[in-house]
């Protein structure tokens, strides 16, 4: 253990009560009715007779005092019976009625809310984060209650400097940042997609332990191309096609300064933008802005890590890693994010052999494989483009049942937002790989983006595969007594780990190098004893455990690269003595 991993935990068990990564007095300037409207400081019938004198209090509450405990246990009795209530009835209306129930919550009283979701992470995690997200964002017209977080549209160019002084905190950590233009894998949402960023803080809090009073959930809004909702009445963005070339980066643009101008220090984590804007951002702001971009770089560690898993679950070494033949499905920002960590991973594995670790790796997208042949081919993915006929004769644009069955791969990697693609014979096909442990990953969301369901995936690929899925999936029962593992692949496991470690680091740059130890961090977490049952990452309900030792793991990079500047009061030097080897 290093003393660093002590660090990013002693912060997060810090905030076990109310979650705060930064300790510090928390002043309240309000009185009366403001408090009770603002769920920052609202305690509901849970402030003290004391406080109530205090705070102006008296008289707008009513009498009894009920305990932070009672409150706690009256809103998760009503939680329960609501279950019960809905049981039957349709997913879409037991999800948005349990999303309701959390955000009413969400909007009055923070510190319980919080406290809750810590709590209750893994029954809770798929309400406020995928799948359910993905319904709320779609329906978010409908839904639209009380705002959250800050909207920044086309209409509000040359003036995003003072706009950002209208947040009300003095200081802000993390801002999680979308154009709604790739939600999930539910395509343009427009402003409806500030759930994703709310979600993600969310989560942020609940496993990083970063003070909600800190973050700050961001919408940019520059049109949306989604023709059904430029023709819905109720819908809440600006009513225009989305903005291109240099006058969307000018927008982009103005954010990121007037962000850096009022906290220089915050990390802006950039998510759920199409293809295009996700990697000329990220090329354009990191060496500028301390920022990352979460569906390339986020994804490409949780994903290294399982197939860095999959391998020792073969009873492999990690080194057998470059011999792995990979198919990935989907050539967007997640799959070419993956495809770029996970051959960089090999090439090292494989003495420095890049061409060596490119040669295993197969890349489809809608039009199938991909090769030099491919006609506007895009420079993203040129580099993981075959020779066309170089494998057994595989051309452009070869199916990915004709892929599987030639390859015979050993894991089948599916990013490309579409439902369904891992189909009977895909998966049938998948008996013949050369891995006495196949691995079908079907990263993506929500569920009904998934390439194929967990039980499909066992049922048709047989029970030894290894399997993971973006969104949550039950385990599969196998019968005599067996049971398939599912794994949920989301990257989750890792920015929230990524933040805290930057954050506590006072790094003013996120590089390779730190996402790297973030990645390396996760893959080795798991056990001996669990790897070889199939299970390639932590149970949701060790969340907090997970990020702070990836928190350390990033932190430590910083600390090597000479990045690290100190947090608060544990300067530079503090942390280079921290970051030395050592026992408790
Ligand atoms: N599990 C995770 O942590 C995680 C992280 C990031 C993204 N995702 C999911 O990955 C999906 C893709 O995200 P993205 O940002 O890369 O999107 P994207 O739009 O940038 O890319 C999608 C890619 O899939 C390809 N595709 C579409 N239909 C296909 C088909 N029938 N067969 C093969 N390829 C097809 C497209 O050509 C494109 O290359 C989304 O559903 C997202 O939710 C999951
Ligand atoms: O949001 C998620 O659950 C993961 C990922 O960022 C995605 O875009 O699908
Ligand atoms: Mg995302």
Known sequence: MWNLARVAASVLSRSRRFSTAIPGPCMVHKR?????????????????????????????????????????????????????????????????????????????????????????????????????????????????????????????????MSMIYNWPAQQVDMIVLTDGSRILGLGDLGVQGIGIPIGKLDVYVAAAGINPQRILPVMLDVGTNNQKLLEDRLYLGLRQPRLEGEEYLSIVDEFMEAVHARWPKAIVQFEDFQMKWAFETLERYRKRFCMFNDDIQGTAGVALAGLLGTVRAQGLSLTDFADQKIVVVGAGSAGLGVLKMAVQAAARMAGNNDAFARNKFFLLDKDGLITKERKNLDPAAAPFAKDPGDFMGLREGASLLEVVRKVKPHVLLGLSGVGGVFNEEVLKAMRESDSVKPAIFA?????????????????????????????????????????????????????PGIGLGTLLSGARFITDGMLQQAAECLASYMTDEEIPKGILYPSIDSIRDITAEVGAAVLRAAVEEDLAEGHGEVGPRDLKHMSKVGPY
């Open 32 to 160: 009366g009715t403001d408090i009770l409207h603002d769920p920052w400081f609202n305690k509901d019938t849970g402030f003290p007779l004391t406080e109530r004198d205090r705070l102006g209090l008296r008289g707008l509450l009513p009498p009894r005092v009920i305990s932070f405990e009672q409150q706690y246990a009256r809103f998760m009795e009503s939680f329960r019976s609501l279950e019960k209530n809905t049981e039957g009835q349709p997913n879409k209306v037991v999800s948005l009625a349990k999303w309701r129930i959390l955000n009413r919550l969400h909007d009055r009283n923070e510190t319980l809310y919080y406290r809750v979701l810590i709590d209750n992470i893994k029954d809770f995690a798929p309400i406020i984060y995928t799948p359910t997200v993905g319904l709320v964002c779609q329906n978010y017209s409908g839904l639209f209650r009380r705002p959250r977080g800050m909207y920044f549209s086309a209409k509000d160019k040359g003036e995003m």
């Open 443 to 495: 990263m993506s969301n929500p569920t009904m983006n998934a390439e194929c369901t967990a039980a499909d995936a066992f049922k048709h690929a047989g029970e030894n595969i290894v399997f993971a899925s973006g969104s949550p999936f039950e385990n599969v029962d196998l019968g005599n007594g067996k049971i398939g593992h599912v794994n949920q692949a989301n990257n989750m496991y890792l920015f």
